[in-house]
Nanobody
């Protein structure tokens, strides 16, 4: 059974870079057929897809966040990482990593529990 666990600082100051890690167990981020996404949910709002890393290591980003977002992986640790630069209070959200088993459309079949990130001075 695949499990995902997000980790990272709960508080980030404005203008800094947010860095989160997703540790995957029960599946391989390199050998799996599937892709791996970061998704967030600001307070009182819906889910927002941020980006995805495919099996071959290619990363694709939401056009709304592309200029500030980087997704990369550590294959030795089976971890996926997210960096979001120049954060503002509007980036306050619960951040999730999820496995995407979809081919034409995204289908997230496994999620981490989420990690709360607050952007505040």
């Amino acid at each position: 059974q695949v499990q995902l666990q997000e980790s990272g600082p709960g508080l980030v100051k404005p203008s800094q870079t947010l860095s989160l890690t997703c540790t995957v167990s029960g599946d391989s981020i390199t050998m799996s057929y599937y892709a791996w996404s970061w998704i967030r949910q600001p307070p009182g709002k819906g889910l927002e897809w941020m980006g995805v890393m495919s099996k071959d290591g290619s990363a694709y980003y939401s056009p709304f966040l592309k200029s500030r977002t980087s997704i990369f992986r550590d294959t030795s640790k089976n971890q996926l990482s997210l960096q979001l630069s120049s954060v503002t209070p509007e980036d306050t959200a619960v951040y999730y990593c999820a496995r995407d088993i979809g081919t034409v459309v995204a289908i997230f079949d496994a999620w981490g529990q989420g990690t709360q990130v607050t952007v505040s001075s």
